[in-house]
């Protein structure tokens, strides 16, 4: 196997919650009390980038934001395999527009 393994990193992946919470109009008190918490420093930590929820913490906050676990998490798994994601997802486009024009 080559290639270093892929990371999560916390400090992205706690903007990224924050941004959802944003668009979704939530506050940390909302996030704290649907998932139970008796007070909103875990909430406060994965924003700081201090430390991730756990899996069932993900998976409660894809529920509650309603997208896929995987697209709450940033982390280097294309950059580890030699591809970006942007590129990727600009491949996927193209790919696409190739198929609209041969039909």
Same mark, same amino acid.
Request: aromatic share 10%; hydrophobic share 30%.
């Given at each position: 196997m080559t290639g270093k393994y /892929?990371?999560?990193d916390k400090s992205? @992946?706690? +903007? !990224?919650i924050r941004r959802i919470m944003e668009e979704k109009? $939530?506050?940390v008190k909302d996030v704290q009390s649907y998932l139970g918490f008796a007070t909103p420093q875990a909430v406060y930590h994965w924003l700081g980038g +201090?430390?991730? /929820?756990s899996i069932d913490n993900l998976y409660a906050l894809s529920q509650l934001f309603q997208m896929q676990m995987d697209d709450l998490i940033c982390g280097n !798994?294309? $950059?580890n395999q030699g591809r &970006?994601?942007?590129? $990727? +997802? $600009?491949k @996927?486009?193209? &790919?696409k527009y190739q198929e609209m024009r041969a039909a």
């Open positions: /892929p990371l999560i992205k @992946t706690g +903007r !990224r109009h $939530l506050s +201090r430390s991730l /929820p !798994r294309y $950059l &970006d994601s942007c590129y $990727l +997802r $600009l @996927t486009y193209v &790919d």
